[in-house]
């Protein structure tokens, strides 16, 4: 057995020992020392194994861990595609739910993982929770990553799969297009609904689940949260590097940094989720503010117990899971009553 996988069923394990029981979304507050007693522990394991922290290494790692993590929450049925783009093509996967929603859109989901690692596995039991809590299908797509791929090539793979899952509405069956993503994959649906606005194009509603929104400056999240939790500034160095190459350059571009962006006025509503600790909690904020300051609809969900990424510990954490069932509740109502649906 490899060592991921003794690594998986050990937390599977943890989580039962501790009291892992869900707590309510708040607003947005921060109650100090209330991280999810999991989460606790999980951090200390995370200092205990600092490892090269490559672009290519972490990607290993992550897609390493995640995978053997899976466990494979039932939906109604999955199917892997092909995305043609003017690039080649894109790897994609479509989710069906077991009970439907009728006239439900489709939900294009970007996965999270810094734009350097990440993919349709690593992100598969999100996506099943995602899906069939909402009753509505969603399609994860695999974008091209850095440093194979940098700026802009994930942006334009959002962007132009989206463009290609608004002409496919009919032969899936759904109302209308919905966009979401977590963390880097938050960042591209927000700027893929952007563009798309602009185009005058209809997106139905964005899901952002702790996305990164401005690479342009430092907030008091990035240091409360930036050292020893489950997403540092040491890491996210890393990854803007292999993603942007001059991060200086690039920060204040609104398809990097979507907060510096002026909103649309036809921006999709949206449901933003944050984490209490979680140095993106501020970004996340800061983007609901944005989009409030515009007049786009906006709501947002605050998970004060957990931190960065808790979408990929649904399997060996409950209260993540039962955070990401909450999650797909509120986006279900949000999406099927939008009056673009």
Same mark, same amino acid.
């Given at each position: 057995?490899?060592?991921?996988?003794?690594?998986?069923?050990? @937390?599977?394990?943890?989580?039962?020992?501790?009291?892992?029981?869900?707590?309510?979304?708040?607003?947005? *507050?921060?109650?100090?020392?209330?991280?999810?007693?999991?989460?606790?522990?999980?951090?200390?394991?995370?200092?205990?194994?600092?490892?090269?922290g490559s672009a290519?290494?972490? +990607?290993?790692?992550?897609?390493?861990?995640?995978?053997?993590?899976?466990?494979?929450? %039932?939906?109604?049925?999955?199917? #892997?595609?092909? &995305?043609?783009?003017?690039?080649?093509?894109?790897?994609?996967?479509?989710? =069906?739910?077991?009970?439907? %929603?009728?006239?439900?859109?489709?939900?294009?989901?970007?996965h999270g993982g810094?734009?350097?690692?990440?993919?349709?596995?690593?992100?598969?039991?999100?996506?099943?929770?995602?899906?069939?809590?909402?009753?509505?299908? @969603?399609?994860?797509?695999?974008?091209?990553?850095?440093?194979?791929?940098?700026?802009?090539?994930?942006? #334009?793979?959002?962007?132009?799969?989206?463009?290609?899952?608004?002409?496919?509405?009919?032969?899936?069956?759904? *109302? /209308?297009?919905?966009?979401?993503?977590?963390?880097?994959?938050?960042?591209?649906?927000?700027?893929?609904?952007?563009?798309?606005?602009? $185009?005058?194009?209809?997106?139905?509603?964005?899901?952002? &689940?702790?996305?990164?929104?401005?690479?342009?400056?430092?907030?008091?999240?990035?240091?409360?949260? /930036? %050292?020893?939790?489950?997403? #540092?500034?040491?890491?996210?160095?890393t990854f803007y /590097?292999?993603?942007?190459?001059?991060? +200086?350059?690039?920060?204040?571009? !609104?398809?990097?940094? !979507?907060?510096?962006?002026?909103?649309?006025?036809?921006?999709?509503?949206? @449901?933003?989720?944050?984490?209490?600790?979680?140095?993106?909690?501020? $970004?996340?904020?800061?983007?609901?503010?944005?989009?409030?300051?515009?007049?786009?609809?906006?709501? =947002?969900?605050?998970?004060?117990?957990? /931190? =960065?990424?808790?979408?990929?510990?649904?399997?060996? =954490?409950? $209260?993540? +899971?039962?955070?990401?069932?909450?999650?797909?509740?509120?986006?279900?109502?949000?999406?099927?009553?939008?009056?673009?649906?």
């Amino acid at each position: 057995m490899s060592a991921s996988r003794v690594k998986g069923r050990f @937390l599977r394990g943890l989580d039962g020992m501790l009291d892992a029981g869900a707590h309510p979304a708040s607003p947005d *507050t921060h109650a100090v020392d209330q991280l999810s007693p999991f989460l606790q522990v999980l951090r200390c394991l995370r200092r205990l194994g600092r490892r090269d922290g490559s672009a290519m290494a972490s +990607r290993q790692r992550f897609r390493a861990d995640m995978v053997a993590f899976q466990a494979g929450f %039932a939906v109604g049925s999955t199917q #892997d595609l092909s &995305i043609p783009t003017d690039q080649g093509s894109l790897a994609a996967r479509l989710y =069906h739910p077991s009970s439907p %929603a009728s006239l439900a859109p489709l939900t294009v989901f970007f996965h999270g993982g810094g734009f350097i690692m990440g993919d349709l596995d690593t992100h598969d039991d999100a996506c099943r929770l995602l899906c069939e809590g909402s009753g509505m299908p @969603l399609l994860s797509v695999a974008y091209r990553l850095a440093p194979e791929a940098p700026f802009p090539a994930a942006v #334009d793979d959002a962007v132009a799969s989206a463009r290609w899952a608004l002409k496919q509405l009919d032969a899936f069956g759904v *109302t /209308g297009l919905a966009l979401g993503g977590d963390s880097a994959g938050a960042n591209l649906a927000a700027v893929a609904a952007a563009r798309l606005a602009q $185009e005058g194009q209809h997106v139905v509603a964005q899901l952002l &689940i702790y996305p990164g929104t401005d690479l342009s400056q430092t907030r008091p999240s990035h240091a409360q949260f /930036g %050292a020893g939790y489950f997403l #540092d500034r040491a890491e996210r160095e890393t990854f803007y /590097g292999a993603y942007l190459g001059d991060v +200086r350059a690039l920060a204040t571009d !609104p398809r990097v940094s !979507p907060l510096l962006a002026s909103v649309p006025l036809e921006m999709a509503s949206a @449901l933003v989720v944050t984490a209490g600790y979680d140095m993106l909690k501020d $970004e996340g904020q800061a983007y609901v503010h944005h989009l409030r300051r515009a007049d786009t609809p906006v709501q =947002h969900l605050h998970f004060p117990r957990l /931190g =960065h990424a808790f979408i990929n510990l649904a399997s060996v =954490h409950r $209260e993540s +899971r039962t955070a990401v069932a909450q999650i797909a509740r509120q986006w279900r109502a949000l999406a099927l009553k939008s009056p673009r649906n």
